[in-house]
C-alpha cells in the first residue's frame, strides 16, 4: 500500500459555514467517538491506540501529517499539541507536517508583537507548510460570500495573511475552491494573482459532489455545487495552460501529475474526497479520526482500515 499523506481530523467546531461543506453530511459523533480527548478513564489505551495508527501509516511508507478537519483545526490549539507530543514517541516520527486552514486565526497578534499562532506553528508545531483554502483568492469580501464566516473574527484578509505567511518562511499552498467566479478569470491572470500573494505551490480542488443525494442536507448541498462550481470548460482550459506553460516534475501516488509553473508547484485535484477509481494500491490519504480509527474516505464508515 501507497499513501500520500495522513489526514489528522482536528476535532473541533467550524467558524464558516460554507454551502457547500460536505464535512455536514459525514460528523456522527456517535460512530466517531471522540476517545483520544474524552475518554479519560482509558486515557493510556487510547493513546496507544492513537500512536499505533500514526505508526502504521509510516510503516506504510507516509511521510506526510496534514492537521485538517471537519471543523477549523486552530480552534483546538490543544489537540494539536497533544498529537506533537505524541509524534515524538514514535519510532520514526513526522517530519513533514502541514495544516489546512481557512486562514482564520493566523493573523492574530501576540502582546509582545507579531502574530502569536503562525510563531507557535512554525516553532512549536513546526509546520512546514500551510494550505490556505479559499474561494477567491483576488477578493476577500467576496471569498467571504462562499466562506460565510459566522463572526467578525473569522473574516480573512486575504493579503496580508499570504504576507504574513511569507514573513514567518512557510511554503505557502494555495488551495482554490473551484467556484463559478473562476469563470470569468483566464488561468495567466489566476497564476499572476497567486504569484502576487507569494505562493509556492497552487491546487485548483474541483468541488466534489454527491453522485445521488439521499436526504435534503445531501439534496441543498449538491444543489449549491451544481450551480456554483467553475465549468468544466474552465478546468480544461487552466490544465491546458499548465501543460503548455509548465515543466512536468513527477507522477504523485494518487495519479495527479505535479508541474512547476511560473516557479510555482502545481497540481489540479478534481477527487478531493478521494472517491474516484475504484480499488486501487495507491491511498491518496489515510484519515485519522478522534476514534483512534484509520479511514480512507471521509464520506464513509465502511472505510475503515485500521
Not at 42 to 51: P, R, V
Not at 199 to 218: G, K, S
Not at 247 to 260: D, H, K, M, T
Request: glycine residues 4%.
Amino acid at each position: 500500500m501507497k499513501i500520500q499523506s495522513l489526514s489528522i481530523v482536528v476535532p473541533g467546531a467550524c467558524v464558516n459555514s460554507c454551502a457547500c461543506c460536505v464535512s455536514k453530511l459525514h460528523t456522527d459523533t456517535d460512530f466517531y467517538k471522540n476517545q483520544i480527548e474524552k475518554n479519560y478513564q482509558f486515557e493510556a489505551l487510547y493513546e496507544q491506540d492513537y500512536l499505533d495508527s500514526m505508526n502504521f501509516a509510516r510503516d506504510n511508507g507516509c511521510n506526510t501529517l496534514m492537521f485538517t478537519g471537519d471543523g477549523e483545526p486552530l480552534i483546538n490549539k490543544t489537540f494539536i499539541r497533544k498529537v506533537v507530543d505524541l509524534n515524538k514517541r514514535l519510532s520514526l516520527p513526522f517530519r513533514w507536517m502541514e495544516i489546512q486552514t481557512s486562514g482564520v486565526f493566523l493573523l492574530e497578534e501576540a502582546d509582545n508583537g507579531g502574530q502569536k499562532n503562525l510563531r507557535w506553528l512554525r516553532d512549536f508545531v513546526r509546520i512546514k507548510t500551510i494550505s490556505l483554502s479559499l474561494f477567491n483568492i483576488f477578493d476577500s469580501d467576496l471569498n467571504a460570500a462562499y466562506s460565510r464566516p459566522k463572526n467578525e473574527k473569522a473574516f480573512v484578509k486575504i493579503d496580508e495573511t499570504c504576507a504574513a505567511i511569507r514573513k514567518y518562511d512557510f511554503n505557502l499552498r494555495l488551495s482554490l475552491n473551484m467556484v463559478d467566479y473562476y469563470n470569468d478569470k483566464t488561468p495567466a491572470e489566476i497564476f499572476e494573482r497567486a504569484k502576487t500573494l507569494g505562493a509556492n505551490q497552487i491546487t485548483f480542488r474541483v468541488l466534489y459532489n454527491t453522485e445521488i443525494p439521499q436526504n435534503d442536507a445531501e439534496k441543498e448541498i449538491a444543489g449549491w455545487i451544481i450551480k456554483h462550481k467553475a465549468k468544466e470548460e474552465k478546468i480544461q482550459e487552466i490544465n491546458d495552460y499548465i501543460k503548455k506553460n509548465g515543466r512536468l516534475l513527477e507522477i504523485l501516488p494518487f495519479g495527479a501529475y505535479r508541474y512547476s509553473v511560473h516557479g510555482m508547484s502545481c497540481v489540479v485535484d478534481d477527487d478531493c474526497m478521494n472517491s474516484n477509481g475504484g480499488a486501487k494500491e495507491e491511498v491518496k490519504y489515510l484519515i485519522l479520526r478522534p476514534n483512534c480509527k484509520l479511514y480512507t474516505k471521509w464520506d464513509d464508515e465502511g472505510s475503515i482500515l485500521f
